[in-house]
């Protein structure tokens, strides 16, 4: 529903993945994982953010 929900969801899935890049080039463990971590949250975001639009709009076509 809020744009800045979308753009932060879409955010930590690019730096999740950065961070997960930059773990493996530098063999960094907790790197590796917090990217990996970052970027599943960002998705999960994603899907909730679809869930409430959609929601939003079968409200919208009841209504009218």
């Not at 773990?23 to 917090?34: C, F, K, M, V, W």
Request: aromatic share 4%; proline share 0%.
């Amino acid at each position: 529903m809020g744009i800045g929900d979308k753009f932060e969801n879409a955010k930590d899935q690019v730096v999740g993945k950065a961070k997960e890049a930059a773990g493996d080039a530098t063999d960094n463990e907790r790197l590796q994982t917090e990217g990996a971590a970052q970027q599943f949250d960002g998705e999960v975001g994603q899907k909730v953010e679809g869930a409430k639009d959609r929601v939003g709009d079968a409200i919208d076509d009841l209504k009218n």
